[in-house]
């Protein structure tokens, strides 16, 4: 099972991105999908994340102008963000929380690759 995050890119302050993730193999639930960022020099942080319930959570840092979403039937997570600004320049990364597969493997928690966001002023 691996997560592969897409979407990052350079973008102007102001502007707005959308980041996807998805988590192949065959796999039966995810109980947590969520982003966390990491900046140059600077510790990962949480950004959101969202249960299968479809309950969210966000960093205050991004709360108000982002939102996740995911589709469990296809076990990907998105993160759209926007009025950005340079301090969100970092890695993003996904992050799978609980995951069972359809052999009933568990894994406490997965990280995708990161991708990189770069706002510029």
């Known amino acids: 099972v691996q997560l592969q995050a897409s979407g990052g890119g350079l973008v102007q302050a102001g502007g707005s991105l959308t980041l996807s993730c998805g988590a192949s193999?065959?796999?039966?639930?995810?109980?947590?999908m969520g982003w966390y960022r990491q900046a140059q020099g600077k510790q990962r942080e949480f950004v959101a994340d969202?249960?299968?319930?479809?309950?969210?959570d966000y960093a205050d840092s991004v709360k108000g102008r982002s939102t996740i979403s995911r589709d469990n039937a296809k076990n990907t997570v998105s993160l759209s963000l926007s009025s950005l600004k340079p301090d969100d320049t970092a890695v993003y990364y996904c992050?799978?929380?609980?995951?069972?597969?359809?052999?009933?493997?568990?894994?406490?928690?997965?990280w995708g690759q990161g991708t990189q966001v770069t706002v510029s002023s």
């Open positions: 992050k799978a929380v609980r995951v069972t597969t359809a052999s009933f493997r568990r894994y406490l928690e997965l």
């Open positions: 969202i249960s299968r319930s479809g309950r969210t």
């Open positions: 193999g065959s796999i039966r639930s995810i109980d947590v």
